[in-house]
């Protein structure tokens, strides 16, 4: 089982992350020269979409993983992972609302990013109910991680096709190739919070998976017990 | 660990069937709990238990349709699920439903198992063993139109389309007319003087106990006795039964 | 070689298994149609604005009619124990998924090919000219459709909200899909340049590589238990 120890160390950094983010969202980075305060959201917005993409990114891994090895803890990693995403995209998605409804007016666009992150959403919101719904254990397991290797290697592709469909977005300041659209410390606004999220990422996803192995080692018990 | 005839000796030939602490979990649910079993070509072992005991897991361990949550079961030769996809083919079954696609003509489904398990002169086959368990006049009926002592005949026509090393029946007397029971034993025979092993899961004392060489009761997912049939009476072996708690289920 | 004989053998006798009742492909062109005469009354009874939305209500007709084909696929297999049968045969998983596919693409097909003429009557269009092209569309998007839609009806199956979990999750992840062959489908009505359309079908062949590699490599997990 993860150590306590990894548990804690990760909850005391994530903290501390998470209090520099705020700093540096609110009070270090300079209001956006057009948009305002209402801009500080995206230092909310913007790492909390990369962070779900990571953790989608690891119930990718840990899938296949397990349908290689069936090794628990990957289901565990995997489970835990997709609901921290799915709790993280969205509320990357009504922090994006809140963002939009000043600035352009209207809580939703049906543009590029927004679409494909909504999509994302609703396929990771079926693999949890897949899993609530699957009685079997190691059946729901095995159910989940087909849906989530397909879920994720349907991305870019999801992606492309809605790009392809429209665009309305502001272009990619962090993921875009060439010179940076961002401010210096707008940047280093954007990457400590980042760096919180992804600690805070960490630390639920230990916390968590913590809690499963603690639930398969029960049942291992029963198991020996009744044999 | 129990071995074929109870006493110490090694088996003859090498067995048919071997399994050694096969386990089984659902969930929670503890289906099996450590089965060793033995059966050597030729043997017809008949499983009792009632429902719930576990027999139609143990089947479906054997016919590589359910993985073993712990243990090891060898089955023709192969162990269950590493033997690849072409080690089933030694292995025929008869399950609790039975398995007939209703809308399709008796020859369409024997058609479609011969295509199935990849066999060749099918047409011949299909003849065949229509001919042998008296359903040739109904061959392009649909099977919606058969009775269900048809349907089991159908079943059992399926079953035999090709020799197999291994016959793993649930319950084949449920629902079987006198003609019906009678092709079945015949057909038992037939097969355990052809080398085959069989494995007869059944609530069906006096049926059972009437064709096996080797007897089993199952409980809780436990094997609770195991013996040869010619070392027992049926009368004993009824008490024995009920000794395990077993015979309200039983006839 | 005994693989193709598999597959054409289970796709063979879906089809037959189908034809005998007419069960499912009665369902199937009744809710199509129904769905096509519904949409004048939701746009309506704008006539210019059905002909002008008609490659998305086709996409949409054709979808939601394949959703009730899917399902009652697999639950053919599941009376009778016919899926364990069908499981304890020699045959490499890979062969049943892509047999169970054929018969899959086939129905849905049909039910297409059925669905153009009947859109045409109802909304007065001309699609008989265009039906090369728009079929060059419509069967990419069909495979991917009823490859995503086999693997996913293996695995809700056997679930208690089996007719709700089937749709929702098969909608998004196909949304890549149903997009192009919309885009695609519009190209043609509007007579444009088929040209116009390759990036579609680019999207379209790269969405059913990536399923049916997916799925050939992942049904043998989904249907052991």
Not at chain 1, 116 to 137: E, N, Q, S, W
Not at chain 3, 100 to 109: A, D
Request: charged residues 20%.
């Amino acid at each position: 089982m993860i150590g306590r120890g990894l548990e804690r160390a990760l909850g005391i950094l994530a903290v501390i992350g998470l209090l520099a983010g705020l700093y540096a969202g609110f009070l270090y980075a300079p209001p956006d020269a057009v948009q305002g305060e209402v801009q500080r959201i995206m230092y909310l917005h913007v790492p909390l979409i990369l962070v779900s993409y990571l953790a989608f990114f690891v119930v990718f891994v840990t899938s296949i993983l397990y349908l290689a090895r069936r090794c628990e803890r990957h289901d565990a990693i995997a489970h835990s992972s997709a609901e921290i995403g799915v709790l993280f995209t969205a509320l990357a998605i009504a922090a994006g609302s809140i963002w939009g409804r000043p600035t352009w007016g209207t809580w939703w666009t049906w543009d590029a990013r927004l679409t494909t992150t909504t999509i994302l959403l609703l396929i990771f919101i079926g693999y949890l109910m897949l899993r609530a719904l699957v009685d079997d254990p190691s059946r729901g397991a095995t159910f989940s991680a087909v849906l989530g290797i397909i879920g994720f290697l349907d991305v870019p592709i999801i992606h492309m096709s809605v790009v392809w469909w429209r665009t309305l977005h502001q272009p990619a300041s962090v993921l875009r190739p060439g010179p940076s659209t961002v401010a210096p410390d707008m940047q280093v606004a954007l990457y400590t919070n980042l760096a919180a999220f992804v600690l805070l990422y960490g630390y639920f996803l230990v916390k968590r998976v913590r809690l499963e192995e603690a639930r398969w080692e029960l049942s291992r018990l029963r198991m020996e017990g009744a044999a | 660990m129990v071995t074929p005839d109870g006493e110490g000796r090694m088996p003859g030939p090498a067995p048919a069937v071997e399994t050694r602490r096969l386990v089984k979990w659902y969930g929670g649910y503890p289906a099996l709990r450590g089965i060793d079993l033995c059966v050597a070509p030729g043997d017809i072992l008949a499983l009792f238990g009632s429902n719930g005991a576990g027999k139609t897991t143990l089947l479906r361990i054997l016919a590589g349709r359910v993985r073993p949550t712990a243990g090891t079961a060898r089955v023709a030769g192969f162990e269950v699920g590493k033997g690849g996809d072409s080690a089933r083919g030694a292995i025929g079954t008869l399950a609790h439903g039975h398995q007939l696609y209703e809308t399709l003509t008796a020859t369409e489904n024997l058609a479609f198992a011969a295509a199935m398990l990849g066999l060749d002169r099918a047409a011949e086959r299909i003849a065949q063993v229509l001919l042998r368990v008296g359903l040739e006049a109904a061959a392009g009926s649909s099977v919606r139109t058969f009775s269900s002592g048809m349907k089991r005949r159908l079943a059992l026509a399926k079953l035999m389309l090709r020799e197999c090393k291994v016959i793993l029946l649930d319950e084949p007397y449920a629902s079987l007319d006198l003609q019906a029971t009678k092709l079945l034993e015949e057909f038992l025979m037939a097969s355990k003087i052809g080398g085959a092993a069989t494995i007869l899961a059944t609530h069906n004392l006096t049926m059972g106990f009437g064709v096996a060489d080797r007897l089993a009761i199952l409980r809780q997912g436990r094997l609770v006795f195991e013996g040869r049939r010619d070392e027992t009476s049926l009368e004993a072996f009824r008490a024995l039964f009920s000794l395990h708690g077993e015979l309200g289920d039983v006839e | 070689m005994s693989f193709v004989r598999r597959v054409v053998a289970i796709a063979r006798k879906d089809l037959l298994a189908e034809w005998r009742d007419r069960e499912s492909f009665s369902a199937m062109f009744f809710f199509a149609f129904l769905v096509l005469f519904l949409f004048n009354f939701a746009l309506g009874g704008d006539q210019t604005l059905i002909r002008g939305a008609s490659s998305g209500l086709l996409w949409l007709a054709f979808t939601f009619t394949s959703v009730l084909g899917l399902a009652r696929s697999i639950q053919g297999e599941l009376e009778n124990d016919c899926l364990d049968g069908l499981l304890m045969y020699p045959a490499e998983r890979e062969a049943i998924y892509l047999g169970k596919l054929l018969g899959n693409f086939t129905v849905i097909l049909v039910v297409e090919l059925v669905i153009f003429p009947l859109f045409a009557v109802l909304y007065n269009m001309d699609l008989w000219a265009r039906l090369p092209k728009l079929l060059l569309i419509a069967v990419p998007g069909t495979i991917g459709f009823a490859a995503a839609g086999t693997l996913l009806s293996a695995m809700t199956a056997g679930l208690r909200a089996r007719d709700a979990m089937l749709p929702f999750l098969l909608f998004p992840l196909t949304i890549p899909l149903i997009l192009s062959a919309v885009k695609g489908t519009e190209v043609v009505l509007r007579g444009d340049p088929f040209e116009l359309a390759m990036p579609w079908l680019k999207l379209m062949a790269a969405f059913d590589t990536v399923i049916l590699v997916a799925s050939l490599l992942t049904f043998e997990y989904l249907v052991e238990e």
